[in-house]
Protein backbone atom coordinates (compact mmCIF):
# COMPACT_ATOMS: atom_id res chain seq x y z
CA UNK A 1 0.00 0.00 0.00
CA UNK A 2 1.34 3.41 -0.84
CA UNK A 3 1.61 5.74 1.71
CA UNK A 4 3.51 9.14 1.33
CA UNK A 5 4.05 9.30 5.29
CA UNK A 6 6.71 6.40 4.88
CA UNK A 7 9.63 8.75 6.03
CA UNK A 8 12.13 5.74 6.17
CA UNK A 9 11.45 5.32 1.82
CA UNK A 10 10.90 9.72 1.68
CA UNK A 11 14.33 9.78 3.12
CA UNK A 12 16.39 7.01 2.53
CA UNK A 13 19.05 8.15 0.54
CA UNK A 14 19.47 11.63 3.26
CA UNK A 15 21.79 11.77 6.23
CA UNK A 16 20.92 12.79 9.56
CA UNK A 17 23.47 15.94 9.06
CA UNK A 18 21.50 16.41 5.16
CA UNK A 19 18.16 16.09 6.99
CA UNK A 20 18.96 18.96 9.98
CA UNK A 21 20.49 21.10 7.04
CA UNK A 22 17.20 20.83 5.25
CA UNK A 23 15.16 21.10 8.69
CA UNK A 24 17.10 24.47 8.80
CA UNK A 25 16.70 25.93 5.24
CA UNK A 26 12.64 24.89 5.60
CA UNK A 27 12.36 26.65 8.66
CA UNK A 28 14.18 29.30 7.93
CA UNK A 29 11.80 29.91 4.11
CA UNK A 30 9.01 29.49 6.59
CA UNK A 31 9.25 32.84 7.67
CA UNK A 32 8.67 35.31 5.21
CA UNK A 33 10.00 38.57 6.35
CA UNK A 34 13.56 36.38 6.49
CA UNK A 35 12.77 34.98 2.49
CA UNK A 36 11.87 38.92 1.68
CA UNK A 37 15.28 40.36 2.88
CA UNK A 38 16.85 36.62 1.90
CA UNK A 39 15.92 37.95 -2.03
CA UNK A 40 17.29 41.46 -1.32
CA UNK A 41 20.57 39.27 -0.09
CA UNK A 42 20.73 36.67 -2.51
CA UNK A 43 20.49 39.96 -5.54
CA UNK A 44 23.13 41.53 -3.69
CA UNK A 45 25.26 38.31 -3.99
CA UNK A 46 24.36 38.61 -7.71
CA UNK A 47 25.68 41.99 -8.91
CA UNK A 48 28.86 42.04 -6.11
CA UNK A 49 30.54 39.13 -5.19
CA UNK A 50 30.25 38.64 -0.99
CA UNK A 51 31.59 35.74 0.41
CA UNK A 52 27.88 35.35 1.13
CA UNK A 53 27.55 33.04 -1.88
CA UNK A 54 29.91 30.36 -0.14
CA UNK A 55 27.35 30.12 2.84
CA UNK A 56 24.57 29.75 -0.04
CA UNK A 57 26.33 28.00 -1.95
CA UNK A 58 26.70 24.93 0.92
CA UNK A 59 23.42 25.43 2.35
CA UNK A 60 20.18 26.47 -0.37
CA UNK A 61 21.80 25.86 -3.13
CA UNK A 62 23.19 22.25 -2.45
CA UNK A 63 19.70 21.37 -1.45
CA UNK A 64 17.89 23.19 -4.44
CA UNK A 65 20.78 22.38 -7.33
CA UNK A 66 22.82 19.54 -8.61
CA UNK A 67 25.85 21.94 -9.07
CA UNK A 68 27.90 24.28 -11.07
CA UNK A 69 28.74 21.99 -13.65
CA UNK A 70 27.55 18.66 -15.62
CA UNK A 71 30.32 16.85 -13.47
CA UNK A 72 29.22 18.44 -10.23
CA UNK A 73 26.03 16.78 -10.62
CA UNK A 74 27.00 13.21 -11.48
CA UNK A 75 26.57 11.99 -7.89
CA UNK A 76 22.85 13.56 -7.75
CA UNK A 77 22.12 11.20 -10.35
CA UNK A 78 23.58 8.18 -9.41
CA UNK A 79 22.15 8.67 -5.95
CA UNK A 80 19.06 9.01 -7.23
CA UNK A 81 19.24 6.82 -9.65
CA UNK A 82 19.83 3.95 -7.02
CA UNK A 83 16.34 4.96 -5.81
CA UNK A 84 14.90 4.49 -9.35
CA UNK A 85 14.53 7.86 -10.07
CA UNK A 86 15.77 9.71 -13.01
CA UNK A 87 17.02 12.96 -13.02
CA UNK A 88 15.99 15.85 -15.55
CA UNK A 89 19.06 18.09 -16.34
CA UNK A 90 17.94 21.35 -15.69
CA UNK A 91 20.26 24.55 -17.16
CA UNK A 92 19.02 27.24 -14.95
CA UNK A 93 20.34 30.31 -16.48
CA UNK A 94 17.17 32.71 -16.74
CA UNK A 95 16.71 35.68 -18.53
CA UNK A 96 20.71 35.34 -18.94
CA UNK A 97 20.58 38.44 -21.40
CA UNK A 98 22.60 38.29 -24.94
CA UNK A 99 23.04 35.88 -27.84
CA UNK A 100 26.41 34.70 -27.14
CA UNK A 101 24.41 33.93 -23.65
CA UNK A 102 21.57 32.44 -25.51
CA UNK A 103 23.56 30.20 -27.97
CA UNK A 104 26.12 29.03 -24.85
CA UNK A 105 22.49 27.90 -23.44
CA UNK A 106 21.65 26.34 -26.33
CA UNK A 107 24.84 24.26 -26.26
CA UNK A 108 24.36 22.91 -22.82
CA UNK A 109 21.57 22.14 -23.31
CA UNK A 110 22.36 20.14 -25.75
CA UNK A 111 25.26 18.53 -23.70
CA UNK A 112 22.82 17.34 -21.70
CA UNK A 113 21.04 15.53 -24.34
CA UNK A 114 24.49 13.96 -25.54
CA UNK A 115 24.48 12.93 -21.54
CA UNK A 116 21.35 11.39 -21.64
CA UNK A 117 22.42 8.86 -24.60
CA UNK A 118 25.20 7.23 -22.62
CA UNK A 119 23.72 7.55 -18.91
CA UNK A 120 20.60 5.75 -18.27
CA UNK A 121 19.53 7.71 -14.78
CA UNK A 122 18.77 10.84 -17.19
CA UNK A 123 14.91 10.59 -18.17
CA UNK A 124 14.65 13.87 -20.24
CA UNK A 125 16.26 16.84 -21.08
CA UNK A 126 14.33 20.43 -20.43
CA UNK A 127 14.75 24.05 -21.32
CA UNK A 128 12.71 27.29 -20.86
CA UNK A 129 12.85 29.25 -23.75
CA UNK A 130 13.95 32.71 -21.89
CA UNK A 131 17.26 31.10 -21.71
CA UNK A 132 17.69 30.83 -25.24
CA UNK A 133 15.45 34.33 -26.35
CA UNK A 134 15.08 37.76 -25.36
CA UNK A 135 12.51 38.15 -22.86
CA UNK A 136 11.09 41.37 -24.64
CA UNK A 137 11.12 39.88 -27.72
CA UNK A 138 8.71 36.84 -26.89
CA UNK A 139 6.52 39.81 -25.31
CA UNK A 140 6.41 41.53 -28.50
CA UNK A 141 5.15 38.43 -30.44
CA UNK A 142 2.83 37.53 -27.78
CA UNK A 143 0.83 40.88 -28.20
CA UNK A 144 1.26 40.40 -32.01
CA UNK A 145 3.02 44.00 -32.37
CA UNK A 146 5.09 44.16 -35.86
CA UNK A 147 8.47 42.93 -35.80
CA UNK A 148 11.29 44.79 -37.18
CA UNK A 149 13.85 43.17 -39.38
CA UNK A 150 16.82 42.70 -36.93
CA UNK A 151 13.72 41.32 -34.55
CA UNK A 152 12.66 39.00 -37.19
CA UNK A 153 16.55 38.12 -38.11
CA UNK A 154 16.78 37.91 -34.39
CA UNK A 155 13.55 35.55 -33.63
CA UNK A 156 14.87 33.09 -36.80
CA UNK A 157 17.92 32.30 -34.60
CA UNK A 158 15.54 31.61 -31.64
CA UNK A 159 14.09 29.50 -34.00
CA UNK A 160 17.10 27.53 -34.89
CA UNK A 161 18.23 26.74 -31.50
CA UNK A 162 14.99 25.38 -30.68
CA UNK A 163 15.00 23.38 -33.16
CA UNK A 164 18.75 22.38 -32.68
CA UNK A 165 17.56 20.91 -29.44
CA UNK A 166 14.71 19.11 -30.73
CA UNK A 167 16.68 17.88 -33.39
CA UNK A 168 19.01 16.14 -31.33
CA UNK A 169 16.65 14.95 -28.92
CA UNK A 170 14.59 13.60 -31.96
CA UNK A 171 18.02 11.54 -33.48
CA UNK A 172 18.83 10.59 -29.57
CA UNK A 173 15.54 9.90 -28.66
CA UNK A 174 15.64 11.91 -25.69
CA UNK A 175 12.67 13.50 -25.05
CA UNK A 176 13.22 17.74 -24.12
CA UNK A 177 10.42 19.26 -22.29
CA UNK A 178 9.71 22.91 -23.11
CA UNK A 179 8.50 25.14 -19.49
CA UNK A 180 5.87 27.30 -19.39
CA UNK A 181 6.19 31.05 -18.37
CA UNK A 182 4.72 34.39 -17.45
CA UNK A 183 1.31 34.44 -19.52
CA UNK A 184 2.38 37.54 -21.73
CA UNK A 185 5.14 35.72 -23.43
CA UNK A 186 3.77 32.18 -23.22
CA UNK A 187 1.43 32.85 -26.60
CA UNK A 188 4.79 33.00 -28.10
CA UNK A 189 6.13 30.04 -26.89
CA UNK A 190 3.02 27.87 -27.68
CA UNK A 191 2.95 28.43 -31.03
CA UNK A 192 6.73 27.82 -30.83
CA UNK A 193 5.96 24.16 -29.11
CA UNK A 194 3.34 23.76 -31.43
CA UNK A 195 5.39 23.71 -34.45
CA UNK A 196 7.69 21.76 -32.50
CA UNK A 197 5.67 18.92 -31.60
CA UNK A 198 4.52 19.15 -35.00
CA UNK A 199 7.88 18.29 -36.72
CA UNK A 200 9.24 16.09 -33.93
CA UNK A 201 6.47 14.41 -32.77
CA UNK A 202 5.06 11.83 -35.59
CA UNK A 203 6.40 8.80 -34.46
CA UNK A 204 6.66 9.17 -30.85
CA UNK A 205 6.43 11.53 -27.56
CA UNK A 206 9.63 13.77 -28.14
CA UNK A 207 8.49 17.08 -27.18
CA UNK A 208 6.45 17.99 -23.91
CA UNK A 209 4.55 21.14 -23.70
CA UNK A 210 4.11 22.42 -20.04
CA UNK A 211 0.52 23.22 -18.91
CA UNK A 212 -0.45 25.70 -16.50
CA UNK A 213 -3.29 24.77 -14.98
CA UNK A 214 -3.58 27.53 -12.21
CA UNK A 215 -4.67 29.78 -16.37
CA UNK A 216 -8.61 29.66 -16.51
CA UNK A 217 -7.87 29.05 -20.07
CA UNK A 218 -5.82 26.37 -20.14
CA UNK A 219 -7.61 23.17 -19.66
CA UNK A 220 -9.97 24.16 -22.26
CA UNK A 221 -6.46 24.85 -24.96
CA UNK A 222 -5.21 21.32 -23.74
CA UNK A 223 -8.37 19.98 -24.90
CA UNK A 224 -8.45 21.45 -28.08
CA UNK A 225 -4.33 21.07 -28.84
CA UNK A 226 -5.31 17.48 -28.33
CA UNK A 227 -7.91 16.96 -31.00
CA UNK A 228 -5.32 19.05 -33.16
CA UNK A 229 -2.47 16.96 -32.39
CA UNK A 230 -4.59 14.18 -33.24
CA UNK A 231 -6.00 14.62 -36.63
CA UNK A 232 -2.53 15.97 -37.59
CA UNK A 233 -1.21 12.27 -36.18
CA UNK A 234 1.56 13.42 -33.57
CA UNK A 235 1.76 12.04 -30.69
CA UNK A 236 1.93 15.20 -27.75
CA UNK A 237 3.90 15.24 -24.28
CA UNK A 238 2.00 17.07 -22.25
CA UNK A 239 3.69 17.86 -18.55
CA UNK A 240 0.95 19.45 -16.25
CA UNK A 241 1.77 21.93 -14.08
CA UNK A 242 -0.56 24.30 -11.56
CA UNK A 243 1.72 27.23 -12.53
CA UNK A 244 4.93 29.14 -10.46
CA UNK A 245 3.94 33.03 -11.79
CA UNK A 246 0.77 33.37 -9.44
CA UNK A 247 1.72 36.60 -7.54
CA UNK A 248 3.29 38.28 -10.66
CA UNK A 249 0.47 37.25 -12.95
CA UNK A 250 -1.85 38.96 -9.95
CA UNK A 251 0.20 42.23 -10.19
CA UNK A 252 0.57 42.56 -13.62
CA UNK A 253 -2.74 42.19 -14.30
CA UNK A 254 -3.85 44.44 -11.66
CA UNK A 255 -1.31 47.48 -13.00
CA UNK A 256 -2.70 47.35 -16.00
CA UNK A 257 -6.15 46.81 -15.39
CA UNK A 258 -7.06 43.38 -17.06
CA UNK A 259 -8.60 40.69 -15.98
CA UNK A 260 -6.32 38.08 -14.06
CA UNK A 261 -5.63 35.07 -16.25
CA UNK A 262 -5.59 32.90 -13.04
CA UNK A 263 -8.06 30.98 -11.33
CA UNK A 264 -9.51 33.68 -8.33
CA UNK A 265 -9.54 30.72 -6.16
CA UNK A 266 -7.03 27.56 -5.19
CA UNK A 267 -9.88 25.33 -5.61
CA UNK A 268 -10.37 26.25 -9.19
CA UNK A 269 -6.56 25.12 -9.66
CA UNK A 270 -7.23 22.58 -8.08
CA UNK A 271 -9.85 21.17 -9.68
CA UNK A 272 -8.47 22.37 -13.31
CA UNK A 273 -5.65 20.26 -12.36
CA UNK A 274 -7.32 16.87 -11.66
CA UNK A 275 -9.32 17.00 -14.22
CA UNK A 276 -6.53 17.71 -16.64
CA UNK A 277 -4.51 14.45 -15.16
CA UNK A 278 -7.55 12.17 -15.53
CA UNK A 279 -8.34 13.57 -19.20
CA UNK A 280 -4.50 12.70 -19.82
CA UNK A 281 -4.38 9.10 -18.12
CA UNK A 282 -7.63 8.49 -20.36
CA UNK A 283 -6.20 9.39 -23.73
CA UNK A 284 -3.41 7.33 -22.99
CA UNK A 285 -3.01 5.56 -26.11
CA UNK A 286 -2.59 8.79 -28.09
CA UNK A 287 -0.49 11.34 -25.76
CA UNK A 288 1.95 11.41 -23.05
CA UNK A 289 2.14 13.31 -20.02
CA UNK A 290 4.69 14.21 -17.09
CA UNK A 291 2.64 14.55 -13.24
CA UNK A 292 4.75 17.89 -12.55
CA UNK A 293 3.23 18.07 -8.83
CA UNK A 294 4.04 18.04 -4.87
CA UNK A 295 0.64 17.91 -4.39
CA UNK A 296 -0.29 14.78 -2.84
CA UNK A 297 -3.79 14.64 -3.55
CA UNK A 298 -3.35 15.18 -7.23
CA UNK A 299 -0.71 12.37 -7.33
CA UNK A 300 -3.16 9.82 -5.59
CA UNK A 301 -6.00 11.33 -8.02
CA UNK A 302 -3.53 10.25 -10.78
CA UNK A 303 -2.71 6.56 -8.65
CA UNK A 304 -6.46 6.02 -9.30
CA UNK A 305 -6.57 6.98 -12.29
CA UNK A 306 -3.94 4.88 -13.72
CA UNK A 307 -5.67 1.85 -11.44
CA UNK A 308 -9.28 2.94 -12.54
CA UNK A 309 -8.35 2.31 -16.58
CA UNK A 310 -6.39 -0.72 -15.89
CA UNK A 311 -2.73 0.49 -17.41
CA UNK A 312 0.54 -0.64 -16.13
CA UNK A 313 1.36 1.61 -13.50
CA UNK A 314 5.03 2.00 -15.19
CA UNK A 315 3.23 2.62 -18.22
CA UNK A 316 6.16 4.14 -20.65
CA UNK A 317 3.68 7.20 -21.63
CA UNK A 318 3.01 8.02 -17.60
CA UNK A 319 5.60 10.19 -15.62
CA UNK A 320 5.63 11.99 -12.20
CA UNK A 321 8.06 14.77 -11.33
CA UNK A 322 9.36 16.54 -8.38
CA UNK A 323 12.17 19.39 -8.17
CA UNK A 324 15.23 18.29 -6.11
CA UNK A 325 14.55 19.33 -2.69
CA UNK A 326 11.19 19.03 -2.57
CA UNK A 327 8.61 16.47 -1.74
CA UNK A 328 11.09 13.62 -1.74
CA UNK A 329 8.42 11.72 0.44
CA UNK A 330 6.24 11.66 -2.81
CA UNK A 331 9.00 11.07 -5.20
CA UNK A 332 10.76 8.10 -3.14
CA UNK A 333 7.54 6.59 -2.18
CA UNK A 334 6.17 6.43 -5.80
CA UNK A 335 9.35 5.26 -7.19
CA UNK A 336 9.40 2.29 -4.51
CA UNK A 337 6.20 1.08 -5.72
CA UNK A 338 7.29 1.07 -9.28
CA UNK A 339 6.04 4.14 -10.82
CA UNK A 340 8.31 6.39 -13.29
CA UNK A 341 9.69 8.97 -11.15
CA UNK A 342 12.16 12.04 -12.31
CA UNK A 343 13.39 14.82 -10.48
CA UNK A 344 14.34 18.14 -12.15
CA UNK A 345 17.70 19.08 -11.29
CA UNK A 346 18.72 22.51 -11.77
CA UNK A 347 22.24 23.62 -12.19
CA UNK A 348 24.85 26.16 -13.61
CA UNK A 349 26.59 28.98 -12.53
CA UNK A 350 25.20 30.35 -8.59
CA UNK A 351 24.46 33.72 -10.17
CA UNK A 352 22.59 32.35 -13.12
CA UNK A 353 20.42 30.19 -10.77
CA UNK A 354 19.48 32.91 -8.71
CA UNK A 355 15.97 33.73 -10.00
CA UNK A 356 15.82 30.12 -9.71
CA UNK A 357 16.29 29.63 -5.81
CA UNK A 358 14.42 32.80 -5.62
CA UNK A 359 11.66 31.88 -6.82
CA UNK A 360 11.94 28.53 -4.63
CA UNK A 361 12.08 30.15 -1.60
CA UNK A 362 9.20 32.80 -2.66
CA UNK A 363 6.77 29.92 -3.62
CA UNK A 364 7.51 28.07 -0.46
CA UNK A 365 6.47 30.30 1.77
CA UNK A 366 3.39 31.35 -0.57
CA UNK A 367 2.47 27.65 0.17
CA UNK A 368 2.60 28.34 3.85
CA UNK A 369 1.05 24.25 4.05
CA UNK A 370 3.68 22.48 2.01
CA UNK A 371 7.16 24.32 3.67
CA UNK A 372 4.78 23.24 7.19
CA UNK A 373 4.44 19.54 5.60
CA UNK A 374 7.92 19.31 4.73
CA UNK A 375 9.30 20.14 8.16
CA UNK A 376 6.40 17.98 9.62
CA UNK A 377 8.04 15.09 7.90
CA UNK A 378 11.48 15.87 8.17
CA UNK A 379 10.68 16.14 12.01
CA UNK A 380 9.15 12.85 12.00
CA UNK A 381 11.98 10.91 10.10
CA UNK A 382 14.79 12.58 12.76
CA UNK A 383 12.77 11.49 15.45
CA UNK A 384 12.36 7.89 14.10
CA UNK A 385 16.09 7.50 13.94
CA UNK A 386 17.14 8.89 16.94
CA UNK A 387 14.69 6.03 18.37
CA UNK A 388 15.74 3.06 16.47
CA UNK A 389 19.29 4.41 18.02
C1 LIG B 1 8.58 18.83 -12.26
C2 LIG B 1 8.02 20.21 -12.20
C3 LIG B 1 8.13 21.04 -13.30
C4 LIG B 1 7.60 22.34 -13.24
N1 LIG B 1 7.65 23.13 -14.36
C5 LIG B 1 7.00 24.31 -14.36
C6 LIG B 1 6.89 25.10 -15.53
O1 LIG B 1 7.38 24.73 -16.60
N2 LIG B 1 6.22 26.30 -15.46
C7 LIG B 1 5.63 26.73 -14.30
O2 LIG B 1 4.99 27.79 -14.29
N3 LIG B 1 5.73 26.01 -13.16
C8 LIG B 1 6.41 24.83 -13.16
N4 LIG B 1 6.48 24.10 -12.00
C9 LIG B 1 6.01 24.68 -10.71
C10 LIG B 1 4.53 24.42 -10.54
O3 LIG B 1 3.82 25.17 -11.50
C11 LIG B 1 3.99 24.83 -9.15
O4 LIG B 1 4.30 26.16 -8.89
C12 LIG B 1 4.52 24.01 -8.02
O5 LIG B 1 4.73 22.68 -8.38
C13 LIG B 1 3.50 24.04 -6.84
O6 LIG B 1 2.28 23.42 -7.22
P1 LIG B 1 1.90 21.93 -6.81
O7 LIG B 1 1.12 21.25 -7.88
O8 LIG B 1 3.14 21.24 -6.43
O9 LIG B 1 0.89 21.95 -5.61
P2 LIG B 1 0.28 22.92 -4.54
O10 LIG B 1 1.33 23.22 -3.55
O11 LIG B 1 -0.95 22.26 -4.09
O12 LIG B 1 -0.16 24.21 -5.33
C14 LIG B 1 0.44 25.43 -5.29
C15 LIG B 1 0.08 26.10 -6.60
O13 LIG B 1 -1.34 26.26 -6.70
C16 LIG B 1 -1.64 27.49 -7.34
N5 LIG B 1 -2.32 28.36 -6.36
C17 LIG B 1 -1.96 28.60 -5.09
N6 LIG B 1 -2.81 29.47 -4.48
C18 LIG B 1 -3.74 29.79 -5.41
C19 LIG B 1 -4.86 30.66 -5.40
N7 LIG B 1 -5.19 31.37 -4.31
N8 LIG B 1 -5.59 30.76 -6.51
C20 LIG B 1 -5.30 30.05 -7.63
N9 LIG B 1 -4.24 29.21 -7.71
C21 LIG B 1 -3.46 29.07 -6.60
C22 LIG B 1 -0.31 28.09 -7.78
O14 LIG B 1 -0.06 27.61 -9.08
C23 LIG B 1 0.69 27.49 -6.77
O15 LIG B 1 2.00 27.42 -7.28
C24 LIG B 1 6.99 22.80 -12.05
C25 LIG B 1 6.89 21.95 -10.95
C26 LIG B 1 7.38 20.67 -11.01
C27 LIG B 1 7.23 19.79 -9.83
Not at 232 to 247: D, H, Q, S, T, W
Not at 251 to 270: Q, V, W
Request: hydrophobic share 35%; glycine share 4%; proline share 3%.
Amino acid sequence: MLSFENTAVAFSNKSNKELKMAQKLFWLVKNRSLVKTGSFFINLVNTINLPLAWALKKNVFQHFCGGETLEECKPTISRLGQLNIKTILDYAAEGAGDEKAFDDAKDRIISTIELAKKEPNIGFAVFKFTGIARFELLEKISAQSILSNPELEEFERVKNRADEICQKGFENSVPVMIDAEESWIQYAIDDLVEDLIHTYNKAKPIVYQTIQLYRIDKLYYLKKLFTKYKENKCIPGFKLVRGAYMEKERKRAEKLEYSSPIYPEKSGTDSAFNEALKFCINNIEYLSVCIGSHNEESNLEALHAINATNIEKDHERIHFSQLMGMSDHISNNLASHGYNVSKYVPYGPLKLAMPYLIRRAQENTSVAGQTNRELFLINKELKRRSNQN
